[in-house]
C-alpha cells in the first residue's frame, strides 16, 4: 500500500476535515479526496462519514487507525535507519545469538570500525528464529548462530568448532545443571550419559547457568572457550573421562547477496574467529 494514503487518512482524522488536511499536506482538495478513494477501494471499506461540518471516522475508520499509524511510523523509521551519515557508502546490518555478543561479536564490529571505516554498522543481538527470519527477509545482511537453517536460500559457512564440556565448582561441585544447548546437545547427551538430563535447575540460557554455577556451586556443561579462564584461576574443574560435545558456530548469509564490503568483513570475522580471544559468556 502507498504509504502516502496511510499519512493522508490520518491528517484527515487529526484535522477534521479534507479541505484542511490538503492545505496541511501541501496539495490540492482533489488530490486529497482522490486518495480517500483509493484506500477505500483498497479496503473495501469505507472510512469517513463527509458532511458540511467536516469528515468523521465510520466505525472501519476507527478500526484502520492503528494499522495506519503503523504503516507511517514503520516507514519513517525505516528512512532514517536508511539514510547514510555524511562521509559514509555502504551499510553493513549483522546479527549474532544472545550467547555469541561477547567476544564474537564485540571483536568483528571493532574489526569493522578499524578496517572499513567507510561502512555504516548495525549490529543486532537476538534468538536464532528471529534472526533467521530477518536474514531471510533481507533485514540483515549476516548473522553468527549456533544452529542454521539448512535452506537453499542461504550461505552457511562454519566459523568454528566450540566443545561443551563438564565442569564443576571447586569449593562445592553439586547440584547439578542442565543447560539445554538445543536439539542436537539434547541427542548427543541422552545418548552418551545413561542418567536422565532431568535436574532440579535447568536453564535455556548458558550465561545464567554459569553465574549460578560461580557463585552457589554446580556442575554441569559449558562452552570449553568461556570456561577456560575459570579452570585456569582454580575456580571450576573439568570432570575427568566426562563426554564432551561439539556446539559449533556458522556465518549465514543469503546466497549472491554478499556485497564487496560484506565480504571483506567475513575476511576479518574468519581471522577473529582463529584467534584465542577471551570468551566471557
Request: glycine letters at 6%.
Amino acid at each position: 500500500m502507498d504509504v502516502e494514503l496511510a499519512r493522508t487518512f490520518l491528517e484527515i482524522m487529526t484535522a477534521g476535515s479534507f479541505i484542511e488536511a490538503s492545505q496541511r499536506l501541501h496539495v490540492t482538495q482533489t488530490t486529497v479526496t482522490a486518495r480517500v478513494n483509493s484506500l477505500e477501494e483498497k479496503l473495501g471499506q469505507r472510512l469517513f462519514i463527509r458532511n458540511r461540518s467536516g469528515a468523521r471516522l465510520t466505525a472501519e475508520g476507527e478500526r484502520f487507525v492503528e494499522y495506519a499509524l503503523a504503516l507511517v511510523q514503520t516507514w519513517d523509521r525505516a528512512r532514517a535507519e536508511m539514510k547514510l551519515p555524511i562521509g559514509l557508502n555502504d551499510r553493513l546490518c549483522v546479527g549474532c545469538e544472545t550467547s555469541l555478543w561477547n567476544p564474537v561479536a564485540v571483536n568483528w564490529v571493532l574489526w569493522v570500525q578499524d578496517n572499513i571505516p567507510s561502512v555504516a554498522l548495525r549490529a543486532e543481538v537476538g534468538d536464532t528464529g528471529n534472526l533467521i527470519e530477518r536474514l531471510s527477509a533481507g533485514a540483515l545482511d549476516a548473522i553468527i548462530v549456533h544452529r542454521p537453517n539448512y535452506s537453499s536460500e542461504f550461505v552457511i559457512e562454519q566459523l568454528l568448532e566450540e566443545k561443551l564440556i563438564h565442569v564443576q565448582n571447586t569449593a562445592n561441585p553439586k547440584p547439578d545443571l542442565f543447560v539445554d544447548w538445543g536439539p542436537e546437545f539434547r541427542t548427543q547427551f541422552d545418548a552418551a550419559l545413561p542418567q536422565p538430563r532431568q535436574s532440579a535447575y535447568s536453564f535455556s540460557l548458558g550465561p545464567m547457568a554459569l553465574q549460578v554455577l560461580l557463585q552457589k556451586g554446580g556442575n554441569g556443561y559449558f562452552r570449553t572457550r568461556v570456561v577456560k579462564q575459570y579452570i585456569e584461576r582454580g575456580m571450576l574443574q573439568r570432570l575427568p573421562e566426562a563426554p564432551e560435545f561439539t556446539h559449533p558456530v556458522y556465518l549465514m548469509y543469503l546466497k549472491g547477496k554478499a556485497s564487496e564490503n560484506l565480504q571483506r568483513a567475513f575476511s576479518g570475522l574468519r581471522e577473529l574467529a582463529d584467534e584465542d580471544a577471551n570468551w566471557l559468556l
